[in-house]
């Protein structure tokens, strides 16, 4: 999956936008949205949110999470747990790299933000890569992936699914009289 | 501003009662469709209700578009929605017709093989370029090399020439139901089988093969 289609799902999360205009409540195929009140607050996607902004139509808040008190404790526990800590939310990544490229006005203490998140991004990539390691390694037949993102896994998802299909492949012509896998496929 | 834009068009699926959905359950089944679909190895039963329904929704939308006053606001917003869905929506029919490229006999097999009353793997337009693909690709073969060969050679099974769908390709999924004692087959030799609980809400990494019913009946997510 090419990760501008991760991005285009991301675009689908709900945020908080101030309207400086007014318009009636709008009955889109997705659900309705609004009434926009000048000055009062409103959910919008962030598809909508980042468009009007664009047009200098709105001020996104930024959602609850994106807090640099907040995100370093996210960072300390990320550090310390071996496993992948829950997310405030599971584009968190996308999130934060469309706010702070386009709206980045709006959000307070935007460089901290940006390097906090990417610091946790990393530590969870090093723990996914680590595990990818084992469950090769180990030759697993089954790995449970709580709190992993979607944009997380597309990272590792063509080169770790490839070569686990070849090493099947592999293998399974190693064992004699098997005749799963056989070296049909490509 | 018209009352055009009004009608969210919920008068959907007016004439299959037994299965109301609202529009945005609509587009969500169709992500849903979209995402199995990507990521399946296989080519999964198609939604063509589904697709008929969107696709209904957008030309219903379309129609009241054009009769709002250019500039209009609130229209904008509903075009930027249209162009989102319509980019799902063709990202869904490209990747099927792209696996029907790539294993066409072997769709093409199943279709001749399936029991009256069974639903097809194919919509019917489906269908007609999976077979027009497999004349063209057979015309194509006889035209550029078959004909030269020795009489002997002249034939080739494209059944056996293209490559199966495997399998037993790993797939990233999510529970949307929870699901007990699905078997997992060991790796190796040396190791066991297990069964491991699927519980709701959970992501796992394991072979396509042992999920795949659970995939067409809606109960995992691939992702």
Not at chain 1, 14 to 22: A, D, G, Q, T
Not at chain 1, 82 to 99: G, H, N, Q, R
Not at chain 2, 14 to 25: C, F, L, R
Request: charged content about 30%.
């Amino acid at each position: 999956m090419d990760p501008s289609e991760v991005e285009f799902l991301a675009e689908k999360e709900l945020v908080k936008i101030i309207p400086n205009f007014s318009l009636d409540k709008i009955f889109l195929i997705g659900g309705d949205l609004g009434p926009f009140n000048p000055g009062l607050s409103v959910d919008v996607p962030l598809w909508l949110a980042l468009n009007l902004k664009q047009r200098q139509k709105c001020r996104i808040l930024p959602p609850d999470w994106m807090d640099v008190e907040k995100l370093e404790e996210m960072r300390a526990l990320e550090r310390k747990e071996d496993a992948f800590t829950p997310v405030p939310s599971l584009y968190y990544m996308e999130i934060t790299k469309l706010l702070l490229n386009h709206a980045s006005d709006n959000i307070p203490k935007a460089d901290e933000i940006r390097t906090l998140v990417k610091d946790i991004w990393d530590t969870r990539i090093a723990k996914l890569r680590l595990s990818a390691d084992s469950f090769i390694n180990q030759q697993e037949a089954h790995a449970q992936l709580d709190n992993l993102t979607l944009m997380e896994i597309n990272t590792t998802r063509e080169f770790l699914l490839d070569s686990l299909n070849f090493m099947f492949k592999l293998r399974s012509n190693l064992q004699p009289g098997s005749s799963k896998g056989q070296l049909t496929d490509y | 501003m018209s009352d055009a834009l009004s009608d969210d068009g919920s008068d959907i699926n007016q004439d299959d009662s037994q299965d109301v959905m609202t529009p945005a359950e609509l587009i969500a089944k169709l992500e849903e469709a979209w995402l199995n679909e990507k990521f399946s190895p296989e080519l999964l039963e198609n939604k063509s209700e589904v697709v008929e329904c969107v696709m209904e929704q957008l030309t219903h939308m379309e129609s009241n578009l054009q009769r709002v006053k250019k500039g209009d606001a609130k229209a904008s917003f509903h075009r930027m929605e249209i162009d989102r869905i319509r980019f799902v929506l063709s990202s869904y029919l490209r990747s099927r017709l792209q696996k029907i490229e790539k294993f066409f006999p072997h769709v093409l097999e199943r279709e001749k093989s399936r029991v009256e009353g069974q639903p097809s793997l194919l919509s019917p337009e489906e269908f007609a370029f999976a077979k027009e693909y497999y004349t063209n690709t057979e015309t194509y073969l006889k035209a550029v090399a078959l004909k030269r060969m020795p009489l002997n050679l002249q034939t080739v099974d494209l059944l056996k020439a293209v490559p199966e769908p495997c399998l037993d390709s790993f797939v990233f999924l999510r529970v949307k139901e929870k699901q007990e004692n699905i078997l997992v087959e060991p790796e190796t030799d040396d190791q066991r089988e297990y069964i491991v609980d699927l519980e709701e809400g959970s992501q796992h990494l394991m072979r396509y093969r042992t999920v795949a019913p659970l995939v067409s009946n809606g109960a995992v997510q691939l992702i």
